[in-house]
C-alpha cells in the first residue's frame, strides 16, 4: 500500500488527476460552500457506491447509513429511522422523492424502499438522504427524513445498456434495457425497461393463534415490471416513472388463511412529472415549475375461511408546484414556494366473492395546499443561520405551520458545527381515517395530523484532506402518534391518536476515509432510545453498527471489492420479547471484463455469514416475529455499448 | 431449540465480529497519514489547469510558447507561479491576463473568469473554430460551450469537459483526462 502524498503546496502539480480529485479544499466559493452547509446531517449515495456494494433495493443502499434499522416481513421492505420503525407502519414518516417528485401515494401514503419502489436502483444518480424533519420545505410526511433521488440522464448511458443477473436462493433472473443519448441540439433522452421474475425460496412459518406451521412451498415468488423515460431540453425536462411489482404472500398477512397459495400484494405506481428550472436576472433567480400526476393501483387478493376476498385501495393525484430561490440580495439566499396537490379520487374496496354482502366500496377526496418561505443568511464568512416556515391546510386537519431553524458555524477551516431544529407533520392518510369495513377495521374520520419536534446537533471535523469526520446527537418528540388501537364501542381494530408522545434521544458518530490507492471505508455507530410511556418501542435496536469498505484488488486491473458489515442490536417484539442483536455481512466483486469492451461482471454474497436473524412482526400479522432470509448470491452481467 | 452451548458459540461469534469492526475503525481513524497543508481552492485549481494543458494537443504548433490568458479577474493570484515557465513536452507556459475579447485570439489556452461569464456568449463566439482550450469554473458552462469547466463538489475539484467543441476548436483532449470527467458533452 503507497502512503498518502504530502499536499505541500508546492508540489501539488506532481500529482495525478486521480490523486488531486481526492483532496478536498479549503475555502471554497461562496455560493459552493453553502451547498456543503446543507442545514442537517445530509448523507449523499453515488451510483458508484451502488455499483461498488451491488445493492438490489434503495432500503438495502440506506440501511449502509447511520441511524437506518431496515425491516423486512416478506411483504414489504421497511425503512427505520432513528429509533422509529414501528410494526405495521409503511414508511408513512419519511418523504420519497424522484427528481423532486413525490412517490408516496394518496391511500397508503406508502414510502416505498424495496422492489416496490418503481424507479430501478441501477437509474439512480445519487440519493440524498436529510435525516430529521422536512416539512418546512416539503410539507406532510417528512418527519423523520426525506430521501431524494436525482436519477441518470441519457448522456450518462450515452448508447445502451443491458443488464441481466440471476440470483441463487430465491431462483430469480432479473434483467433490464436502457437507451439513451444526449442529442446534438442538445435534447437529452433517456428509456429503460426492467424486469424481474423470483420464484422465492420455500420459508418456514408458523401462523400464532391458529396453531398451523409448515413451510410455505412457492409462495414467496415475486414479478416486478419497471418502466422509466425522462427527456430534458434547456430548461424543460419531463419524467415517467412506472412500476408494477407483485409479491405473494407466505405469511397469511391480515390474518388470512394460513399456507393457502395464490394470496399476493401488487403494487403499481405512476409518477410522472413537467419540469421547468431556469435562471434570470444575470443568475440571482431561478425559477423552478412543476405539473406532475400520480396514480397507485393496489391489488391484495386474500382467503379468509375458504373464502376468496379482494381488496384494493387506488388514488390518483395531480398538483403543482413553484418555487423561486434568490440570491439578488448580497448574503441572503431568498426560497419561496407554493404548492397544490388534488387527490381527486380516493378508492378502498373489499369484495367477498362469497358473500358478496359484505362487499365495501369507501371513496375520498382531498384537496392539499402549502406555502413555504425559506432564509439562508450568511451572517459573517463564518457563520450562517437558516430559518424557514411552511403553511399547510387541507380540510381534514385544518392548518398547519411547520417551521424550521438553523445556525451553521464555520469554527475553523476543518471544523463545522450545526445547531438544528425543526417541526414537521402527518396528516392521517385514507386508510387510516376513511377505512371501515365493520368487520375488521372502523373508521376514525376525527383523526388530526400528528407531529413531531426535533433538535439535533452536528459536528463535522475534516481531519485530514481525506478523512471526515461527523458526530451528531439528537432528541425528538412526536405528538398525537396515529397507531392501531381498539375502538371501545365494537371491540375492531381502529386507527387512534395517542395522547402519549413518543420521545426519542439519540448519537451517531460517523467517519469517511478515502486513500489514494482507492480504498475506501465509511463508518458508524449509533445509539437510540425511543420510548413512549417509559416503554421502549417496538422494532427499535438501541445499537447500530455500519462498515462499508471499498478497494481495488492489487494485481488485477478493473476488479473492485465492496463489504459492508452492519451490527443491529436487539429490538423488542410485539409479545414484550427481544429479537436477538445480529450482524450481517454482504460482499460484492465487480471487475471490467478485458476481452470484451464494455461488459462488467459481478458477484455478490449477501448474508454472507448465513446469519439466523430475526425482524419483529406487526399486529396484522400471526407471527410475531420473522425468520430473514439466508446466504444468497448473485451473479450479474452488464453490456454497455 | 437451540441447546445452551451453540447458544454460547453464537454469542461469542457475534462479539468477535463486533471486535472486528470496532478494531477497523479505530485503526482506520489512528492509522499513520502524514498530516499535511490542505490547499485553498484556487491553489488545487492550478494544479488542475496544469493537468488540463498536460493532456490536451494542440494542432501544429510553431510557437515555443503556450500562451496561458486569464480574461477578466485573476481568481488565481500568487498561485498562478506554480505554471510559469512550466514546461509541457515541448513548450513553456507563458501567462498572460488581457482585458479584451480581441486579444484572446493569440492565446493557447483561456481561462474565462466568473467576472465575465455573463459574457460567455460572445466570447465562444470569438473564440469559436480556433485552437483554444477554455477554460472556466462557472455552473454549466461546459454545457454552453466551454471546453472544460472546473466545480467544487463535496469539497473537491471536479470538471465536466465538451469535447464537441474542443473538436471543433482542433484540439484533442486525451482519455487519461476525460476518465476522470463528471460529464463529459459530445
Redesign the interface.
Known sequence: MQ??P?????N??Q????E??????????KY??KQ?QAAAAVS?ITRKDIRTYGWRTLNQALASLPGIHPTYDYQYEYLGTRGFGLPGDFNTRVLITVNGNRINDATYDQGPTGRDFPLDIDLIERIEFIPGPGSAVYGQNAMLGVVNIVTRKG??I?GAELSASYQTAEIMPQERVTLGK?F?N?TDALISFSGLQSRGANHFFEFGDSGISGFAHRMDGENVKQLFARASHGPLSFDFIYGNRRKDDPTGMFFSDPLVAGQFQRDQRLNTQIQYNDNFA??TLNVLGRAFLGQYRYDNPMIYGGDRTLSTGPSDWHGVELRLLSTALTDHKLMAGFEYQNNTSIKQTFQNFSSPDENITIKSTVMRIGVYLQDEWRITDTLSATVGLRYDHNHWIGSRLSPRGALIWQAT??ATFKALYGRAHRSPNSYERDYGDNISQVANPGLHSESVDTAELVADY?A????N?RANVYAWDMYHLIALGIDPLSGLSQYQQNSKKVVARGAELS?D?TWDWGAR?R?S?GIQNAEQQNSHLPNSPYYL?K?N?SLPIPLITGLRAGSE?Q?YGKRKTLDGSNTD???L?NLNLVTNVPQVKGLEASLSIYNL?NENYLHPAADTNWQNTFWQPGRTVRFRLDYRF | MTFPLKKLRQQAQ?IA??M??IG??AL??H?P?????????Y??K???L??FIA?TEWPEQQSLNLNFCIYGDDPFGEHLQ??RG?KTSEQEIVIQHKNTIEDLAACQIVFISRSVI?DLGTILNQLNEKPILTISDSPNAS?QGVVINM??K?????FEANI?RAKRNGLKLSS??LR?AS????
Open positions: 502512503s498518502l504530502v499536499l505541500a503546496a508546492t501539488l502539480e500529482m495525478s488527476l486521480g488531486l480529485m481526492n483532496i478536498n479544499v479549503i475555502g471554497a466559493s459552493e460552500q456543503q449523499i448522456a450518462d450515452k444526449q446534438d442538445g444575470n443568475n477551516p476543518k475534516l485530514q484532506p481525506t478523512l469526520l467517519l476515509k471505508l463508518g455507530f453498527g462498515l469498505f458489515l451490527y442483536s445480529y450482524v455481512a455469514f | 457475534r465480529k463486533i472486528a469492526m477497523c475503525i482506520s481513524v492509522s497519514v502524514t498530516r499535511a497543508e490542505q490547499p485553498s481552492e491553489r488545487l492550478v494544479a488542475f496544469y493537468n493532456y506554480h505554471l512550466k455573463h454545457l466545480s467544487i463535496e469539497g473537491k475539484v471536479t464537441a487519461q483526462l476522470f460529464e463529459v458533452y459530445q
